[in-house]
T-cell receptor
Framework: QQQVKQSPQSLIVQKGGISIINCAYE??????FPWYQQFPGKGPALLIA?????SEKKEGRFTISFNKSAKQFSLHIMDSQPGDSATYFC????????????FGSGTRLSIRP | EAQVTQNPRYLITVTGKKLTVTCSQN?????MSWYRQDPGLGLRQIYY???????DKGDVPEGYKVSRKEKRNFPLILESPSPNQTSLYFC??????????????FGPGTRLTVL
């Protein structure tokens, strides 16, 4: 019940296309859903996050869509650029567990020029 | 500059030889955590600490020890490393409360190989 399932494991998108990464969870007590971006040789860094009281959050070309009833959330990258090539992790946490975060398995995204 | 530092960045060792990976943060964060990253498995939590002298097991604690004697430092200790502990290790820290709470700041990683 603590798992966060992420798909696909890898994704190749043409420059200018839309990249979509999906995650699903079981524990309805999760109340914070961040996405982390990791470039090769670096630690992950927070990209964007959403709380379950909204269905969508947009920051620039990055959008999180959240479906509370389906217990699913996704990351959309519009107008994907080669600089977006990285590994993306979805995650979920529960406020009662303070900062403990459960991460998905990661998606390696490659944007072809 | 606000950051999490880890040392060493790369380490090759042999089975059974005790080692310590250091982690330090300069952001006065209460929460610190260790993760290991393996292909296809994502980031799995090893141990975490809510504050000085308060530590708890994560999802994969076997074979690891930690201590939190100072707020800024959270070393990871492998008393008797084995080849299945070959992995990429990350230390992270965050605030616990407030609007900025729960964003985790990661170190640059330590790549450990146990022969």
């Amino acid at each position: 019940q603590q798992q966060v399932k992420q798909s696909p494991q890898s994704l190749i998108v043409q420059k200018g296309g839309i990249s979509i990464i999906n995650c699903a969870y079981e524990n309805t007590a999760f109340d914070y859903f961040p996405w982390y971006q990791q470039f090769p040789g670096k630690g992950p860094a927070l990209l964007i996050a959403i709380r379950p009281d909204v269905s969508e959050k947009k920051e620039g070309r990055f959008t999180i869509s959240f479906n509370k009833s389906a217990k699913q959330f996704s990351l959309h990258i519009m107008d994907s650029q080669p600089g977006d090539s990285a590994t993306y992790f979805c995650a979920a946490s529960i406020r009662s567990s303070a900062s403990k975060i459960i991460f998905g398995s990661g998606t390696r995204l490659s944007i072809r020029p | 500059e606000a950051q999490v530092t880890q040392n060493p960045r790369y380490l090759i060792t042999v089975t059974g030889k005790k080692l310590t990976v250091t982690c330090s943060q300069n952001m006065n964060h209460e929460y610190m955590s260790w993760y290991r990253q393996d292909p296809g498995l994502g980031l799995r939590q090893i141990y975490y600490s809510m504050n000085v002298e308060v530590t708890d097991k994560g999802d994969v604690p076997e074979g690891y020890k930690v201590s939190r004697k100072e707020k800024r430092n959270f070393p990871l200790i492998l008393e008797s490393p084995s080849p299945n502990q070959t992995s990429l290790y990350f230390c992270a820290s965050s605030l616990i409360s407030g609007r900025a709470g729960r964003e985790q700041f990661f170190g640059p990683g330590t790549r450990l190989t146990v022969l």
